[in-house]
T-cell receptor, first 115, second 114 residues
Framework: DQQVKQNSPSLSVQEGRISILNCDYT??????FLWYKKYPAEGPTFLIS?????DKNEDGRFTVFLNKSAKHLSLHIVPSQPGDSAVYFC??????????????FGTGTRLLVSP | NAGVTQTPKFQVLKTGQSMTLQCAQD?????MSWYRQDPGMGLRLIHY???????DQGEVPNGYNVSRSTTEDFPLRLLSAAPSQTSVYFC?????????????FGPGTRLTVL
């Protein structure tokens, strides 16, 4: 049962345009959402996050939007740059029964930004 | 700071062999974890630790053992490797379990089991 879904395995965008990466979730108990970026042969790196009590968080060229009623979040990159080409993972966290903060990852979307 | 380091980068095992994947961090982080990443699936938690001497199971713990004798090190042991354990393994750490969303990941170990 995939609780966090990234339905687009890949996305191609031209340099300077907007990239929009989407993520859907099923569990309404998630209280924090994150985006990680991963380059080949490297571990994921934290990019941006948003609390469930907010609907938008912005950090430079990156903005994350959360629509709780639709259980949907998206990452906008404006303007896109070739260096943004990577795999982007959406993740969501919630408190498990043990009190541990559990992190659930999506399957990733490969973004290719062409010059 | 070196951050989170993992060794080896690549490993090929035969079915039934055992090995240990090493993970170390020099940030004095309390929380450490192991994930595996498989094609078409997100990262899945294998085991985690909230401090030296304290470990617990994640989503997919079968076939793996962990221990945490020091704050810095969190090795992952494969007891008897199986082809289903072919994967990329990532170790991660964060300052505390309350800040799990600020995890730092190592570069990964690509394991193939024949």
């Amino acid at each position: 049962d995939q609780q966090v879904k990234q339905n687009s395995p890949s996305l191609s965008v031209q340099e300077g345009r907007i990239s929009i990466l989407n993520c859907d979730y099923t569990n309404s108990m998630f209280d924090y959402f994150l985006w990680y970026k991963k380059y080949p042969a490297e571990g994921p790196t934290f990019l941006i996050s948003i609390s469930s009590i907010k609907d938008k968080n912005e950090d430079g060229r990156f903005t994350v939007f959360l629509n709780k009623s639709a259980k949907h979040l998206s990452l906008h990159i404006v303007p896109s740059q070739p260096g943004d080409s990577a795999v982007y993972f959406c993740a969501a966290s919630m408190e498990a029964d043990t009190g541990f903060q559990k992190l659930v990852f999506g399957t990733g979307t490969r973004l290719l930004v062409s010059p | 700071n070196a951050g989170v380091t993992q060794t080896p980068k690549f490993q090929v095992l035969k079915t039934g062999q055992s090995m240990t994947l090493q993970c170390a961090q020099d940030m004095n982080h309390e929380y450490m974890s192991w994930y595996r990443q498989d094609p078409g699936m997100g990262l899945r938690l294998i085991h985690y630790s909230v401090g030296a001497g304290i470990t617990d199971q994640g989503e997919v713990p079968n076939g793996y053992n962990v221990s945490r004798s020091t704050t810095e090190d969190f090795p992952l042991r494969l007891l008897s490797a199986a082809p289903s354990q072919t994967s990329v393994y990532f170790c991660a750490s964060s300052y505390s379990i309350a800040r799990i969303h600020e995890q730092f990941f190592g570069p990964g170990t690509r394991l193939t089991v024949l």
